[in-house]
């Protein structure tokens, strides 16, 4: 079956050390997409790439980081530099970037701190 | 940056009531307005969408409404079943802001 596989599903993270947050899919889309969601605030858009080898900040990118050096995958690593990384993190994909293209999600990786 | 704003932030509604969550946004340019359905601890699944030229669709008990003069949109779930609790979201925009999420519980 196709679709967007998020692992792991719960992190740890000790204090200054950077974790990465794994999201591959098998759904050949040209987009994908890193949202943050916290109770009561709904998804916060992180880092969204429309295409492979360039990405563009969302509206909380400070403290994270993006690679997108192939299609299927779209690792996000959050550094030290995010005081508050709490978080339950969502991977997107679509078939491409711009409006008119339904997201298809992963299941979420729940990100601690020790 | 607060483009998509969803209302309510909760709603409870009896079995077999009509549940009804609003969404408004900011920028004409949006042209795609879907609306996604998330389960605890699993990602949002897209529900059903619409596209500025029509005011209204309608799939199975669920139905989006949209005033594009008001630049509001609603979905609208019919019969609504417990099995229907569950988080709403409505999103919009080229790279699709989402609005802060409504929490539906439908009580048997």
């Known amino acids: 079956d196709g679709g967007i596989t998020q692992s792991p599903k719960y992190l740890f993270r000790k204090e200054g050390q950077n974790v990465t947050l794994s999201c591959e899919q098998n759904l050949n889309h040209d987009a994908m997409y890193w949202y943050r969601q916290d109770p009561g605030q709904g998804l916060r858009l992180i880092y969204y790439?429309?295409?492979?080898?360039?990405?563009q900040k969302g509206d909380i990118a400070e403290g994270y980081s993006v690679s997108r050096e192939k299609k299927e995958s779209f690792p996000l690593t959050v550094t030290s530099a995010q005081k508050n990384p709490t978080a339950f993190y969502l991977c997107?994909?679509?078939?491409?970037?711009?409006?008119?293209?339904?997201?298809?999600f992963g299941d979420g990786t729940r990100l601690s701190i020790l | 940056q607060q483009q998509v704003k969803q209302s309510p932030q909760s709603l409870i509604v009896q079995k077999g009531g009509i549940s009804i969550i609003n969404c408004a946004y900011e920028?004409?340019?949006?042209?795609?307005f879907p609306w996604y359905q998330q389960f605890p601890g699993k990602g949002p699944a897209l529900l059903i969408a619409i596209r500025p030229d029509v005011s209204e669709k309608k799939e199975g008990r669920f139905t989006i409404s949209f005033n594009k003069s008001a630049k509001q949109f609603s979905l609208h779930i019919m019969d609504s079943q417990p099995g229907d609790s569950a988080t709403y979201f409505c999103?919009?925009?080229?790279?699709?802001?989402f609005g802060a999420g409504t929490r539906l519980t439908v009580k048997p």
């Open positions: 920028n004409t340019a949006f042209d795609y």
């Open positions: 999103a919009a925009g080229n790279d699709m802001r």
């Open positions: 790439s429309q295409i492979v080898n360039d990405f």
């Open positions: 997107a994909s679509s078939i491409a970037g711009g409006s008119n293209q339904p997201q298809h």
